[in-house]
């Protein structure tokens, strides 16, 4: 028989076992009950990141909460591809389809990284980890990346662990071969993704992200990408070849 496909999934802090109560605040509560016209015995999906994912049945609801008990875990908790990526911000909606994008396809940290070139508006961490939590309930993610300060990207690269691969996507980069330099790092677990400004790397940042011992440059084609394009790109890439597509 078909598994029910629940029109509500959300994500929440508390702590989720069987037979146990969690409450929805405010917005969670409106959104179930006003915009997704949910009421009481409806059932939902809940999961946190920690406890895996849960079928809940409201007991209650009102205007500024509703109260969930949990039923069923329908998935453990797994660990996905250990994926950061760090790119540098540009425009206010371009990094919101960046989180976004990023989010859904499965990296577990999302950097700012600043560079010469870098031209955005302030990063706000919390308006980033609403949109990760988004884009992980619309996509049955059982888990949301971690958002990092941002970082000076001379900072970023130091923070590297030695064995992390780090993906530079290289946009002047005559050869790149990328299915093939990254089927060569099929074995390794621990991935970071670089992107750039829109203005590029100065030559001063390439010659330091290329003297990282982990470092490898691919080129993603023949075209300049916008960065977003470049994020969802590279990312694609490499779940394909190194990643959870495989």
Request: charged share 25%; aromatic share 4%; with cysteine.
């Amino acid at each position: 028989m078909a598994q029910k496909q629940h029109s509500v999934r959300l994500f929440i802090d508390a702590d989720l076992t069987k037979d146990g109560g969690v409450v929805l605040d405010k917005p969670q509560a409106h959104y179930v009950g006003t915009v997704m016209r949910q009421g009481v015995d409806d059932s939902l999906i809940l999961f946190n990141g920690r406890d895996g994912e849960w079928i809940g049945q409201i007991q209650e609801i009102k205007k500024n909460l509703a109260l969930v008990h949990l039923k069923e875990q329908t998935r453990p908790q797994t660990a996905g591809p250990d994926i950061q990526l760090l790119f540098a911000p540009v425009k206010k909606t371009q990094n919101a389809m960046i989180v976004q994008k990023a989010t859904e396809l499965g990296v577990s940290q999302i950097t700012p990284v600043q560079t010469l070139r870098t031209n955005s508006d302030k990063i706000r961490r919390d308006k980033m980890r609403l949109q990760v939590i988004e884009a992980a309930e619309q996509s049955e993610r059982i888990s949301i990346p971690d958002i990092a300060d941002p970082q000076k990207l001379n900072v970023a690269l130091d923070l590297l662990e030695e064995d992390r691969m780090l993906i530079f996507c290289h946009e002047r980069l005559a050869e790149g071969g990328a299915i093939s330099i990254l089927s060569k790092l099929a074995e390794y677990q621990k991935f970071a993704v670089l992107i750039g400004p829109e203005g590029g790397f100065s030559d001063e940042e390439r010659t330091k992200i290329l003297s990282c011992d982990q470092a490898h440059a691919i080129c993603l084609g023949p075209r300049i990408l916008r960065a977003e394009t470049a994020v969802i790109s590279a990312l694609s890439l490499l779940q394909a070849v190194c990643g959870d597509w495989r």
